[in-house]
């Protein structure tokens, strides 16, 4: 579905990503683990057009997207919830989920169930139904990062970017976006996940990639990486313990 071979890109004059490659097959969730640091946003935000790559292959159902413009991207079926919370602040909740599904309003992308869609998003995260006629820029940073996460459901897409979705919520909250995350898996929508909850990312993946320093050190099936002694220590805070 989603394939990226050797990308390279980084910012300016500054390189992050050495040539990277990560395979993001249809249905699965694949996750991408790394320090603080390591270019997880960075690959994030290559693969959706936010920035511009300088090299590799980027290919969304066997076409290239490599260098096109994120809303070209969107309208192919990518949709990308950004790391920190990247809401429209002057705009209520509806209008923000209802601006994820722009490309279906506007005929590039299938139409469906646009008001369905809306009603199950607020299903999904009963805080934004009870917010839904509030500021986005007056919720708080836990349920702006919500709104982030269901606007990019709203696509309806092919595969769906979560740059770290829990980041800032009780866990409570956390829980509930884990679950959400596997509703989602249990409905064939196709992943890639970067979460700070490194062993509980590796509990709803299907494979893992360990990004360090802007290349993939490591990558295997996730209940693999999950008992691997090296990744328990780097990642999974159990390595000195027992
Ligand atoms: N806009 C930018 N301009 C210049 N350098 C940047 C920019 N954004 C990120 N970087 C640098 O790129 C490197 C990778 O950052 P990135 O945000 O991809 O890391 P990350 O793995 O997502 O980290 P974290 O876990 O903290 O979110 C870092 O060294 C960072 O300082
Ligand atoms: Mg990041």
């Excluded at 836990?142 to 770290?164: C, F, K, S």
Aim: aromatic share 4%; glycine share 10%.
């Amino acid at each position: 579905m989603l394939k990226i071979e050797n990308l390279q890109a980084g910012y300016g004059k500054v390189h992050v990503l050495n040539g990277i490659s990560i395979d993001v097959p249809k249905g699965k969730v694949i996750t991408l683990i790394g320090s603080n640091g390591a270019g997880k946003t960075t690959t994030m935000r290559a693969i959706s057009g936010m920035i511009k790559p300088i090299s590799g292959t980027i290919t969304l159902n066997g076409k290239s997207i490599h260098g096109m413009e994120s809303n070209q991207i969107a309208k192919l079926g990518l949709a990308h919830s950004p790391e920190g919370r990247r809401v429209f602040s002057t705009m209520t909740v509806t209008d923000n989920l209802l601006l994820g599904a722009f490309p279906r309003l506007t005929g590039s992308r299938p139409k469906g169930d646009v008001k369905g869609d809306l009603e199950r998003a607020m299903e999904l995260f009963p805080r934004l139904q009870e917010r839904r006629q509030q500021l986005a820029g007056t919720l708080s940073g836990g349920e702006q990062q919500m709104l982030a996460m269901a606007r990019a459901v709203m696509l309806n897409p092919e595969v769906i970017l979560l740059d770290e979705p829990s980041m800032g919520l009780a866990p409570i909250l956390v829980e509930e976006v884990f679950k959400i995350i596997l509703r989602l898996k249990s409905e064939g929508v196709t992943m890639l996940l970067v979460e700070q909850f490194a062993a509980a990312a590796l509990n709803v993946a299907d494979y893992a990639y360990v990004l360090e320093n802007g290349s993939i050190s490591v990558h295997g099936d996730a209940d693999k990486l999950k008992n691997d002694p090296a990744v328990q220590a780097a990642y999974l805070g159990t390595g000195s313990h027992h």
